[in-house]
């Protein structure tokens, strides 16, 4: 077989690669070893009538440019705006519930403290300036300091431009998108929940505690989302999280793409220091003339690639990602939706909609479970985020049941002095417990359950240590620095090959960023002027 783009992984971002590169005329052929594409991305029907988003749950931070660009919506895409955006149920009956509504949040956060409803406003405008300073570096290559193009400082410009706007946001800004998110958060707010439910956007998915050099930025990062143009407004996707990926296949099959799935991809071939192909495992060989991998970089470069084709430095900086996750996903089928004790209502209410914080709910109890993660631990009280897509999409699940997403943390992928296969189900008794506080009887509702730890997640998914950011998005690993420092960004340092996944710049999340600016860098490499 022989084509112009050979795609390794039918994740979401690969699959934006492929449909990219097949619209410039490219042949592209796509491999996916599951017997689904999507990646994480995906929907899956673990039970009888009961459609699980399994390891993707939420989107947000999707690019409005790949949506329109690529004729997502009239390909099936439909997005659920979820507002409230997030909902605190206290183990005291009282409760927090957080959305675009400014006139209720603000009713609401006075109730904990009058001076903190009347920041939370300024503090919103705050990250909306520092978000559209950052937004073109979003939908484009970064610049490279020591490798500056014409277009480079075209940018650059841009982003000084926009960031002496900033003024006098710029220290606060920089003490965030640099520091750890606890002490801005204390600089804001007096009162929890309120820190402790914004902090959780600082952690969520990372090494990492509130404390922790670093997570003022996953917290900016997560903040980013928008739907419908409405900032901070995350959505579920109608039909779970695969429908996304079918819509994508969708538009690089018309591109003229082919998609093959339960194709799992042995190696990536080398020849005179190029990557000129790929051999499945079941013994077929591929001819590329560029290979495009949307596995994170340690499977593409020391699995795939093999080091011995590797300068000793790119081996080196592979070595140095920090790929420990403390991510821990239960899926969930329900007889029927929680009933909270400070929101009582058997029908579907605004505190079924969003984001549900149980568990680890203020900043001490959110550095207290990454501390018993360190040492090995599972903790007393993690990090619970509840979601309930099936309020908003009857699809999902038989009439008058419900799918539920637990998105746990913090965990460690080895237990000192034990293992997930005694430990896993315990684990989720306590997760359920720490929810039965808040809504009695939730663990009675529970009619099925599907448990994945981190090693589950690298399994399943070929994720490294069961990180979904392929990588940790720590400062020393954002940008121009992402995959790690002396990297090529989605060009690699052998001829041919690039990487589209979340390893690549602009990072984790559903977004399609990194597989639709690593088509754009690869065409402008083969010669031929991006058209998006």
């Not at 699980?52 to 939420?58: C, D």
């Not at 000129?276 to 690639?305: H, K, M, Q, W, Y």
């Not at 009857?394 to 049941?401: D, E, I, K, T, V």
Request: charged share 25%; hydrophobic share 45%; aromatic share 6%.
């Amino acid at each position: 077989m022989q084509v112009d783009a050979a795609v390794v992984g039918g994740g979401h971002n690969g699959l934006a690669a492929a449909a990219y590169l097949a619209r410039a005329g490219l042949r592209t052929a796509v491999f996916e070893r599951r017997p689904l594409v999507g990646g994480c991305c995906v929907t899956e029907e673990l039970w009888p009538g009961f459609r699980i988003s399994r390891a993707a749950y939420v989107a947000g931070l999707l690019r409005p440019a790949l949506v329109r660009e690529l004729g997502l919506r009239k390909r099936g895409l439909r997005l659920l705006r979820r507002s409230p955006a997030s909902f605190t149920p206290l183990p005291d009956g009282g409760s927090l519930l957080l959305g675009p509504d400014a006139a209720a949040t603000r009713e609401e956060i006075a109730r904990f403290s009058p001076r903190d409803a009347e920041r939370y406003p300024v503090y919103e405008a705050f990250l909306d300036r520092v978000a559209r300073t950052l937004e073109p570096l979003l939908d484009r290559e970064p610049p490279y300091p020591g490798r500056l193009r014409l277009a480079d400082l075209g940018l650059a410009a841009q982003l000084a431009g926009r960031a002496l706007r900033l003024r006098r946001d710029l220290p606060e800004a920089l003490s965030l998108l640099l520091g750890p998110a606890r002490p801005a958060l204390e600089r804001w707010f007096e009162s929890e929940p309120l820190r402790g439910t914004l902090g959780t956007d600082a952690v969520i998915g990372a090494w990492a505690g509130p404390s922790s050099p670093g997570t003022g930025y996953v917290l900016f990062h997560h903040v980013m989302g928008e739907t419908g143009g409405a900032r901070g407004v995350w959505a579920y996707v109608a039909r779970g999280m695969g429908a996304l990926s079918d819509a994508l296949a969708a538009a690089a099959r018309a591109a003229g793409a082919t998609i093959e799935t339960d194709a799992p991809v042995a190696r990536i071939l080398v020849r005179d220091d190029a990557a000129c192909g790929l051999e499945l495992e079941d013994g077929r060989s591929v001819e590329a003339r560029v290979i495009v991998s949307n596995a994170d970089p340690r499977r593409t470069f020391l699995d795939l690639v093999g080091r011995e084709h590797l300068p000793d430095a790119a081996v080196r900086g592979v070595e140095s990602i920090d790929f420990r996750s403390p991510s821990l996903k239960i899926n969930a089928a329900l007889s029927r939706l929680p009933e909270f004790r400070s929101r009582p209502g058997a029908g579907v209410g605004p505190q079924h909609v969003g984001t549900i914080h149980a568990g680890a709910q203020d900043l001490d109890a959110l550095d207290a479970s990454f501390a018993a993660a360190t040492r090995g631990e599972l903790p007393a009280r993690p990090m619970v985020e509840l979601t309930l897509p099936s309020a908003l999409d009857g699809s999902l699940a038989p009439p008058g049941q419900h799918v539920a997403s637990l998105f746990v943390q913090h965990v460690p992928y080895e237990i000192a002095g034990s293992s997930w296969d005694a430990e896993r189900d315990g684990f989720a008794d306590r997760v359920f417990a720490l929810l039965d506080e808040v809504a009695p009887g939730f663990s009675e509702s529970v009619l099925q359950r599907e448990v994945l730890a981190p090693p589950d997640l690298e399994r399943i998914f070929g994720l490294t240590g069961g990180n979904l950011f392929h990588g940790a998005m720590t400062p020393d690993r954002l940008a121009f620095l992402r995959p790690y420092p002396d990297a090529r960004g989605y060009a690699t340092d052998l001829s041919g090959l690039y990487l589209c996944g979340a390893g690549t710049h602009p990072g984790g999340g559903v977004m399609g960023a990194c597989g639709r600016n690593a088509a754009a860098r690869i065409l402008r490499d083969l010669g031929r002027r991006p058209r998006f």
